[in-house]
C-alpha cells in the first residue's frame, strides 16, 4: 500500500484524552487514478476486553457502567458490558488480567486470546484483543467496581450465559464488542 498513498499533511485537532487528527493524502486508486482524500483520525491507543465464564454454573461476568457517548444519544442507561481496559504501557494479556481484577474482582487463572479486529476503521485506530476466561468463585479476590479516582463506578454483573444472550436479542446489552464476546462463546462452548 505504500505506493499508493501519499501524505500531503498532518494536522493535530485536540490533544485532550486523545489525539484527533486531520490528514490530507492522495491515494492511488486499483484503477490507477490518483484523488486527495481528507481523514479524520481517533487515537486513544489499542484496548482490550474479556468474558470470564464459569462453566459449572454457566454464568458470566459483565460490568454495567455509565457511558456518556451512549447516553448523549439517546441510550439514558448505564450499558451492560464485557469488562475492557486501554493497554497503556502493558501487552494486551498483562494489561486485561488487571482491569478483570480492578473492575471484576477476579484473578483470572486461564485467560485465552481470541482475535484483535479493528472496531471502527473509518476513523478510530484502535484495535482490541478478544479474550475469554474460566473463572469461578474462588477467583474472587475483591468487590472490584474500578478505580474510583479514574471516574470509574462499576457495578458487576453476574448472570447465566443464556440470559446474556437474550439481552442482546432485547436490546439490554447493546455494546458490540460484549455482543461478539457473548456470541462467540455462545458458538464456542470452548470452555465448557
Not at 451492560?80 to 481484577?101: H, S, W, Y
Not at 444472550?165 to 439490554?172: K, P, Q
Amino acid at each position: 500500500m505504500e505506493d499508493r498513498i501519499r501524505i500531503r499533511s498532518e494536522e493535530i485537532l485536540s490533544d485532550d484524552w486523545a489525539v484527533l487528527k486531520k490528514t490530507v493524502l492522495d491515494y492511488r486508486r486499483r484503477d490507477g487514478q490518483w484523488e486527495t482524500q481528507v481523514r479524520q483520525t481517533y487515537d486513544r491507543g489499542d484496548g482490550a476486553v474479556i468474558l470470564p465464564y464459569d462453566p459449572q454454573r454457566s454464568t458470566v461476568l459483565l460490568v454495567r457502567q455509565f457511558r456518556y457517548p451512549a447516553y448523549v444519544t439517546g441510550h439514558r442507561e448505564p450499558l451492560i458490558e464485557a469488562c475492557a481496559g486501554l493497554l497503556d504501557e502493558n501487552d494486551p494479556e498483562t494489561a486485561i488480567r488487571k482491569e478483570a481484577e480492578e473492575e471484576l474482582g477476579y484473578r483470572l487463572q486461564h485467560v485465552e486470546r481470541l482475535f484483535s479486529p479493528y472496531m471502527s476503521p473509518g476513523s478510530v485506530t484502535e484495535r482490541l484483543w478478544f479474550f475469554v476466561a474460566r473463572y469461578s468463585p474462588a477467583d474472587r479476590i475483591s468487590a472490584g467496581g474500578g478505580a474510583p479516582e479514574e471516574g470509574e463506578d462499576i457495578e458487576v454483573l453476574e448472570m447465566p450465559l443464556d440470559e446474556a444472550l437474550a439481552g442482546i436479542a432485547d436490546g439490554r446489552i447493546v455494546d458490540a464488542k460484549t455482543i461478539i464476546l457473548i456470541q462467540y462463546l455462545k458458538l464456542n462452548p470452548i470452555l465448557a
